[in-house]
């Protein structure tokens, strides 16, 4: 019994000092904390929709530097010396960081120092995604914050729209993740916007012999030029990705992917790869349930890239400024 107990003790320790994440890590150190989210998140994301597309894309960016440890959060400071991934040009296009700033504000009233930047990005990501609508899925908690954010890094380490299917794997494999789970998670295009600049090389001067990128329908290319990005060089016309359903979390950005629609590179790099596209046909196959399911153990498993738990990291007090 006493080698039992002490089995069990050294355990306990271990899983205090490593630390994992786990469902509801904060029951009893604020109980209150995913409550305060998701009212906030169910108070407000109605009147800005636009938020959940922000958010989950906001948290995959996080997610993809650095691990999921809030970096992405992080402002350029003049005493740093460093531009942080904020400023990196895939987050110049990143938005909702007023309304993370705000739920901070909330949780250090209620529980001061004890809800990370990480794990509120993780859990208002989902929150505003089931609040307009769409799939849900589990958020163990636990994650703490990181203390180094460089702008270089993000510019290296999250895949850009010009990527092909090689990048594209290599990229996600990088960070653990697979074929099906880059299949999964590019289907959160189905909600959102983008800009010109993001695909715009596929409708002027694509390439030596072709000036439109023959991988887009032509039909679509033309509605582009004529209604969206009338220059190569504009910068501001917002896009819908998934055009006429673009609030609506659902499948039909796979059907317009395989209808050669996809709006980027790398949506139609899906379609070049056997693995991939039997996958999309897959899922287009089974029911919208079926893929909020499987979409949704993809973002549980993203939320897990390189967290930091235990003691490593910090608790950030305010999720724009490392604690001095
Ligand atoms: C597979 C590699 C991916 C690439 C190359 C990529 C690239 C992009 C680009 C270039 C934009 C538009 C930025 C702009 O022009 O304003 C965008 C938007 C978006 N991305 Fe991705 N993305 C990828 C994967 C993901 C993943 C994994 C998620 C989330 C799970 C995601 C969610 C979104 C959302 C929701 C938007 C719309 C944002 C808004 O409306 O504010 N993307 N993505
Ligand atoms: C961080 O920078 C953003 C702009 O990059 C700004 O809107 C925000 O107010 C800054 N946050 C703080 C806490 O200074
Ligand atoms: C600034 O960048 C250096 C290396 O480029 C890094 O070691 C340091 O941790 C960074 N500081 C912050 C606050 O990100
Ligand atoms: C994919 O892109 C990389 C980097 O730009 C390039 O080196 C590689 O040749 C490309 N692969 C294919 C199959 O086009
Ligand atoms: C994968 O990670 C390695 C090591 O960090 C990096 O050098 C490489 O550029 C990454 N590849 C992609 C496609 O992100
Ligand atoms: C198109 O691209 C080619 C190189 O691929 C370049 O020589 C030419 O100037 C470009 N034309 C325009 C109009 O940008
Ligand atoms: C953008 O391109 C168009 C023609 O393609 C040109 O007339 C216009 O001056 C350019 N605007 C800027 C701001 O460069
Ligand atoms: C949201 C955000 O921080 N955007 C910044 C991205 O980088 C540019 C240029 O460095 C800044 O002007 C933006 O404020």
Redo the contacts with the bound molecule.
Sequence with gaps: MKGFCLIIFVLAILGSVQGQLKMGFYSRSCPKAEKIIQDYVNQHIPRVP?LG??L??MH?HDCFVRGCDGSVLLNSTSSSGNQTEKAATPNL?V?GFDFIDKLKSLLESACPGIVSCADIVALATRDTIVVTGGPSWRVPTGRRDGTVSIASEALSQI???F?NITT?QQSFANKSLDLKD?VL??G??T?????C??FSNRLYNFSASSSTDPSLDSEYANTLRASKCRTPNDTTTLVE?DPGSRRTFDLSYYRLVLKRRGL?E?DSALTKNSRTLRYINKILQGSLNNFYKEFGLA?EK?GRIDVKTGSSGEIRRNCAFVNS
């Design positions: 636009s597309a922000a989950i894309r995959f296009t938005t895949p850009a729209p990527n594209l880059l998670l590019s959160a295009h909600i959102g916007i983008a800009r600049p993001s990705m980027f790398s973002m993203m």
